[in-house]
């Protein structure tokens, strides 16, 4: 058997507080003046991903346009994308 190699590569991103984010973390990102509030989704090549919170809608930033991103705490759960999602007025 020939030798075998395998490289592995592993990212660790981190908020401006030093905080590691991993996939699934509640974020608010600052792009062009404007807060973003989204869902980490992870690194797909060269780009930063994260998803909408309320339906899941992928949205890629390359790393050099976000000015600002910090983990938001306090959140433990967040609607499910694929849930019937249901307002105020129908709930009553």
Do not use: W
């Amino acid at each position: 058997m020939p030798v075998q190699i395998e490289k592995k590569e592993t990212i660790i991103v981190k908020d401006d507080a030093g905080r590691e984010i991993s996939k699934g973390d509640p974020l608010v990102i600052r792009v062009q003046k404007q807060d973003i509030v989204c869902r980490f989704a992870g690194i797909n090549h060269g780009y930063f991903v994260t998803e909408t919170l309320l339906d899941g809608i992928e949205n890629k930033y390359r790393y050099g346009s976000i000015e600002k991103i910090e983990r938001i705490s306090g959140i433990r759960s967040y609607p499910d994308p694929d849930a019937d999602l249901k307002t105020e007025a129908q709930e009553e």
